[in-house]
C-alpha cells in the first residue's frame, strides 16, 4: 500500500513569493492534514480537510491556505513568503480524521531566501 | 506554558540499555495519545498508538498513559542503534475542533551507541 506522497521534496524561494505544495493521501484516507516543522517551534498544526472541506484550522496567518479535491489529493499555499515561513511543511492522511492515527509523508522542505 | 512538554535530550545510551520518554501535558481534553519517531530528513512514523488510559505494549516497546497525572511515557527495551532517532509524543482531542489536530511535544533525540 502506497504511503503519503509530497511534492516537491524540495524548493526555494524568495520573499514575497508565493509557494503551491501537494499531497496524495494513502488511498482510503479522506482526510489529510497539515503542518509545519521548525526547529524553533516543533510540530505545528496548520489545517484539516475532509471530503473538499476545511474543518479545522491552527493559528497561522491567512496567507497560509490549502483545499483538497474530490480525490481526496491535497495542495497548500503559503502566499507572499517569508524568512521565517522556512520549514518542512509535512501532509498527514487518516482514514476519517477522527482519530490520532496520522500517516505522514515525508515533506516538503521550504527554504525562503 | 506548552500543553505538551516533553525534554528535548538529547539522550545517549548503550545498546541493549532500557530507554524511558516521557511527556507531561495540561489539556485535560486530550483522549488518543501517540509516539512518533522521526528519523532525520524524513517525516514521522507512527509508533504507538493509545486510546485514554492504560498501557500498550508492541515487541520492544511499551506505552504508558497515566490521565489523573496528565503524563505519558515509552519505554524501549533491549535498544539498537537503528532506534537512534528523535521521539515525538503527541495528543488529540475527540471530535469537533479537534480534526486532524495533534499537539506535539518538541521531541527527544535519542542516540543508541553499539
Known amino acids: 500500500k502506497a504511503g503519503v506522497t509530497q511534492t516537491p521534496r524540495y524548493l526555494i524561494k524568495t520573499r514575497g513569493q508565493q509557494v503551491t505544495l501537494s499531497c496524495s493521501p494513502i488511498?482510503?484516507?479522506?482526510?489529510v492534514s497539515w503542518y509545519q516543522q521548525t526547529p524553533g517551534q516543533g510540530l505545528q498544526f496548520l489545517f484539516e480537510y475532509f471530503s473538499e472541506t476545511q474543518r479545522n484550522k491552527g493559528n497561522f496567518p491567512g496567507r497560509f491556505s490549502g483545499r483538497q479535491f474530490s480525490n481526496s489529493r491535497s495542495e497548500m499555499n503559503v502566499s507572499t513568503l517569508e524568512l521565517g515561513d522556512s520549514a518542512l511543511y509535512l501532509c498527514?492522511?487518516?482514514?476519517?480524521?477522527?482519530?490520532?492515527?496520522?500517516?505522514f509523508g515525508e515533506g516538503s522542505r521550504l527554504t525562503v531566501l | 506554558q506548552k500543553e505538551v512538554e516533553q525534554d528535548p535530550g538529547p539522550l545517549s545510551v548503550p545498546e541493549g540499555a532500557i530507554v524511558s520518554l516521557n511527556c507531561t501535558y495540561s489539556?485535560?481534553?486530550?483522549?488518543?495519545f501517540m509516539w512518533y519517531r522521526q528519523y532525520s530528513r524524513k517525516g514521522p512514523e507512527l509508533l504507538m498508538y493509545t486510546y485514554s488510559s492504560g498501557n500498550k505494549e508492541d515487541g520492544r516497546f511499551t506505552a504508558q498513559v497515566d490521565k489523573s497525572s496528565k503524563y505519558i511515557s515509552l519505554f524501549i527495551r533491549d535498544s539498537q542503534p537503528s532506534d537512534s532517532a528523535t521521539y515525538l509524543c503527541?495528543?488529540?482531542?475527540?471530535?469537533?475542533?479537534?480534526?486532524?489536530?495533534?499537539?506535539f511535544g518538541q521531541g527527544t533525540i535519542l542516540t543508541v551507541h553499539p
Open positions: 488511498s482510503g484516507h479522506r482526510s
Open positions: 489539556n485535560s481534553a486530550f483522549q488518543y
Open positions: 503527541a495528543m488529540m482531542g475527540s471530535g469537533g475542533t479537534s480534526y486532524g489536530k495533534l499537539t
Open positions: 498527514a492522511s487518516n482514514r476519517e480524521g477522527n482519530t490520532g492515527e496520522l500517516f
